[in-house]
Structures are given as structure tokens and as C-alpha cells.
């Protein structure tokens, strides 16, 4: 039995842990090469160990999305390895916590700089190779307070929204180009960047995770493996007439 992406290519970012891990082996699991990368190799190494537990290949290459020439090199490496690029899931994102006048310039300027801009980097130098095929899907990882905002999370909340923009933008020039560019708005999701990053930065640690959880109207966060296949259904074929969405995964929050 054909699986549904066997045959594709998919690249993405932050592939070593949370949602780009479980994105990477919901991918191979249907037949797809996929090639992820990240700034910490043993979590990349990590990552393909599960996959090769389970009869699967997953490629890896230690690349920081905030450097432009890791962008250029991580596309060319993946392009080469996989034979061209189908997919790209721009995964990888910083959250640091803080209310608008207390955030420092360096925050400020890291959280643009990785969710904002290595998002147009990856996508810059991976469209070129969608557009000679004729085809290509581009999933952006923003948030639900991309949509809603939220208080204490300033310079998050404003990457997200700009990246949001930009999957809109993004959209509207490749449309008739052959290349569905969507995102993905989970709610709070069981990864390390909420439990290992911003739940050990508040006051009390089981509080926050009580108040994260009364967010969401089904009363828990998200599994990484839901948000992924939000991603896969986006970019499956008999999902081609949505482009320019920005999709909740978010267990009612948006609702309310």
C-alpha cells in the first residue's frame, strides 16, 4: 500500500526535539526522505536513533537558522541529499519571556532574528528549488498568540504575528506558482521549549502549568504528535486548495 508521501522530500528546522522531532517522524513513518536540522547535534543524532529504531532513515545536519550562510548550506545539503525539496517545515523558534519594558535589545533582536528571519532565510533559498519542480509546500510554525496575543510574552507574540504576515504574503505571490504556503497556531504543547525554557523561568512552576492548561478549553497542552500531523495534513495533496491559513491546533483556545 502506497503511503501518502512516499516519493517527497521534506527539510525542517529544529528537527532534534518537540514538534519538529515528531513532525520529522510522522514524515518518514508515510514514506517520505527527510533531512532535519539544529543547533545541537546530539539531540539531531537523537532523533535519528528513534527513527532507525523503527526501520527508518532520517537525515541530519547541525545548522543555526539565525546565520544566513547556515540557511544557504543547510537547503544545498538537503537538496543534494534527498535528490531535490519537496517540503519544508520551518520549525525552529526561541521564547523568551518578558513584558514589553523589561525586554533587553538582545532578546528582542534574538527572537526576531530566529522566528522571523531564518523563517524568510529557509524559505528563500528552498522556494528556488520548489518552483523548478512546479511544486512545493512550506509550513511556518507560529502560535496561537500569534493570533490572540498574550501578556508577558512581548517579543514572541510580535515574531509570531509577523510570521503569520508573512505565510499570508508568502501565499498570495506563490499561488499560482504551484507552492501552498500555510502555518501552524498550536496552543501550548508538551515540548522543551515550554518545560524545559519558559515554565522553569516563572515564579512557580506548577502554578504556570495549571494556568497554561486552564487556556485550553479541552483542560491540557498539546502533544508535539498532534501539531505534527496538522503540519502533514497541510501538506498532503488532497489538502491542495488550502494555502494562506493560519490553522489552530490549539484545543479550543481561539474559540473562546
Known sequence: MRKNFEGKSVLITGG????????ALEFAREGAAVFITGRREEKLAEAAREAEAEGLGILFAVSDISREEDCRSAVGLAVRAMG???????????????????????????????????????????IPHMLSRGRGWIVNNASIVGLRGFAGLSAYTASKGAVIQLTRSMALEYA????????????????????????????????????MKSLHPMGR?????????????????????ITGAALPVDGGWCAR
Open 16 to 23: 532534534g526535539t518537540g514538534i519538529g522531532k515528531a513532525t
Open 84 to 126: 531535490g525539496l519537496d517540503i519544508l517545515f520551518n520549525n525552529a523558534g526561541v521564547l523568551v519571556p518578558g513584558v514589553l519594558h523589561e525586554t533587553g535589545t538582545t532578546a528582542w533582536e534574538t527572537t526576531f532574528r530566529v522566528n522571523v528571519r531564518g523563517t524568510w532565510l529557509m524559505s528563500k533559498f528552498a
Open 176 to 211: 499560482d506558482r504551484g507552492i501552498n504556503v500555510n502555518a501552524v497556531c498550536p496552543g501550548t504543547t508538551v515540548t522543551p521549549l515550554v518545560t524545559e525554557g519558559f515554565m522553569k523561568r516563572v515564579p512557580d512552576p506548577e502554578e504556570g502549568m495549571r494556568f
Open 221 to 241: 497542552l498539546a502533544l508535539p504528535e498532534e501539531v505534527a500531523r496538522a503540519v502533514l495534513f497541510l501538506c498532503d495533496e488532497r489538502s491542495a486548495f
